[in-house]
């Protein structure tokens, strides 16, 4: 299968108002297609889309007009859930189930007989990094990083071909990102595809290989994450430093347009191109100055975000 998601001048248009009835484009004309074994980020801010998106693909909204596939079917073809999985960004379950309780539920509606459906509950709850004190807890005990955890468990009990994850490392603290991360990147090792729409771009930029960014319901950009951020344009080198007051490096950074910052370790100066790289160094060793280090500066997954979302 060349694309295993395929979408095609999708748009979505909402009724806003009571007396007078106003139409409200959240999705615009959306193409966009993803190819099996990878991890896809979808970025945008705010109001861009994303969830809108991701529920049309999963049948709970109905676009407006265009059209979408997934696994080669459209989606209006219910069978092809069999072989996806799906974890939204807030999940709500039923409060009086325990975690092993849902996930049983979850794999009798996909047809696993009963000791496979205890097998598979044990393995994904603790591949989701949830204690096993916790399995037997009521789910309305649960915080919402807990919930969070048991949301992906579920999204994964058909093995799917593809999971769609919006906002998977919501209300997760730092060692849950990083175990969720460390799941994520064991999927496209297993050979799944994940669709994964989040805010956290240090997240995208440790997993995902291609990219789309979506701003006010259209595509700002696609690609390979590497390709959107070469900068062929200037490259930039950071130069770091130490012995040295801010205030010694400011004529200079002042006269070369460089970027000046204080760190805890020393001072660090941006310089725009690799010809400016002496100038630096000679005005760093006459106030008395040690190089610490000169590194070029790639251009960051937060200015790309900036720059194509029109954020400030």
């Not at 994520?184 to 994964?196: D, N, Q």
Request: proline share 3%; with cysteine.
């Amino acid at each position: 299968m060349e694309h295993i998601v395929e979408i095609q001048d999708l748009s979505k248009d909402y009724e806003t108002g009571f007396w007078k009835k106003k139409k409200v484009r959240a999705l615009d004309g959306l193409s966009l297609r993803v190819e099996p074994g990878q991890i896809f980020g979808f970025l945008g801010g705010n109001g861009a889309g994303k969830t809108t998106t991701i529920k049309i693909l999963m049948g709970l909204l109905f676009p407006t007009s265009g059209t979408a596939r997934i696994l080669g079917r459209d989606i209006g073809d219910t069978s092809m859930h069999r072989e996806i999985g799906y974890c939204p960004e807030n999940p709500y379950f039923y409060d009086y189930l325990t975690a092993d309780e849902l996930i049983n539920y979850f794999g009798e509606i996909f047809g696993l007989d009963s000791a496979r459906r205890k097998e598979r509950s044990a393995e994904l709850l603790t591949k989701v990094g949830l204690a096993e004190k916790d399995w037997n807890k009521q789910l309305r005990k649960y915080s919402k990083g807990m919930l969070q955890r048991v949301g992906l468990a579920q999204s994964l009990i058909n093995d799917p071909k593809i999971v769609f994850l919006d906002e998977p490392m919501s209300g997760l603290d730092p060692v849950g990102r990083r175990e969720i991360r460390e799941l994520i990147a064991e999927l496209r090792s297993s050979g799944t595809t994940v669709f994964m729409s989040t805010h956290i771009l240090s997240d995208v930029e440790a997993l995902c290989e291609r990219v789309a960014i979506l701003r006010r319901g259209k595509l700002a950009a696609t690609g390979r994450l590497e390709d959107l951020l070469a900068n062929s344009e200037q490259q930039a080198f950071e130069i770091n430093v130490s012995g040295i007051s801010a205030a010694a490096l400011r004529p200079f950074a002042a006269s070369s347009n460089a970027e000046l910052f204080e760190k805890p370790t020393g001072i660090s100066l941006q310089v725009n191109s690799e010809t400016e790289i002496d100038a630096a160094l000679k005005a760093v060793r006459g106030s008395g100055g040690k190089l610490l280090s000169v590194q070029p500066v790639g251009r960051s997954l937060e200015e790309l975000f900036v720059e194509k979302t029109g954020t400030a």
